[in-house]
């Protein structure tokens, strides 16, 4: 596993953390768009409290590292590498709690095959190779969402799930296959939802103890955290080269190996 210092650094030079590739006015413009509860935005998360467009800036500043002033309106904009990695030991240690009780049924779930998907394949293999069961509910569902003229329907890869568009996984914030998922389980739900952008929203929004990445760009999942609904979110870019995130899923697996 590489130190906290190497792991810092890779971040940086990687651009996962550190000045990301989110311009600013893209991180702003999705902050306004929550505050406006654009369902697009939220997620599949509904919010107990008012969160303005204020309230969000100064939430994903503490959550995230993003830069505090709302005078700042365009140009770079950052993601604290610290705070990446706290967030990293924090969900470690919520998958090692998982993965200490008897039999965990777990979920794995994103919607960035071209970049998490790096994260969350070898995790779902250390996963199973630890004793868990890796559900997959509602393979196959289709349906017509929201933006797109044909049928897209729930892929598993390795266990992990993901929407396939005639054969090709996509990128996608729609919490729908989630839900979808939920309704198959019935009372046989995940002890936890490993996931990102609608299918981690959706989850913490049943109730179900979910931890998750998030890019600047995406606050809904940090405002779910804020509210409870959400256990841990890891403040990353999520679409960098997927090998890029090798040391950070190093990190992970360690972690979570050394507190088993």
Do not use: C
Not at 46 to 70: E, H, N
Not at 153 to 159: G, P, T, V
Request: glycine share 8%.
């Amino acid at each position: 596993m590489p130190t906290r210092d190497e792991l810092r650094e890779h971040l940086v030079r990687t651009r996962i953390s550190g000045d990301v590739a989110t311009p600013r006015e893209n991180n702003l413009d999705h902050y306004s768009s929550l505050a406006n509860r654009d369902p697009h935005y939220m997620l599949g998360l509904t919010t107990s409290q008012p969160w303005s467009y204020r309230d969000i800036l100064q939430l994903m500043a503490k959550s995230a590292g993003v830069d505090a002033d709302p005078g700042h309106r365009a140009g770079q904009d950052t993601i604290d590498p610290e705070r990446t990695i706290d967030a990293l030991d924090a969900m470690a240690d919520r998958i090692a709690a998982a993965l200490s009780s008897p039999s965990p049924r777990l979920l794995f779930a994103t919607g960035h095959p071209t970049g998490l998907l790096a994260v969350h394949l070898p995790l779902a293999r250390f996963a199973a190779e630890r004793g868990a069961r890796l559900l997959t509910p509602a393979e196959g569902w289709t349906y017509w969402g929201h933006g797109f003229g044909r049928k897209r329907k729930i892929r598993y890869l390795q266990d992990v799930a993901m929407l396939d568009d005639r054969g090709g996984f996509v990128h996608t914030h729609d919490p729908a296959p989630m839900v979808a998922m939920i309704a198959e389980m019935g009372e046989e739900l995940p002890d936890l939802v490993i996931a990102d952008h609608g299918w981690a929203g959706a989850a913490g929004e049943a109730g179900i103890p979910t931890v998750g990445f998030a890019d600047s760009n995406d606050p809904a999942l940090f405002v779910g955290e804020a509210e409870g609904k959400i256990e841990v979110v890891v403040p990353l870019d999520d679409n960098v080269l997927p090998r890029h995130y090798a040391p950070l899923t190093d990190h992970l697996v360690t972690r979570v190996t050394r507190a088993l």
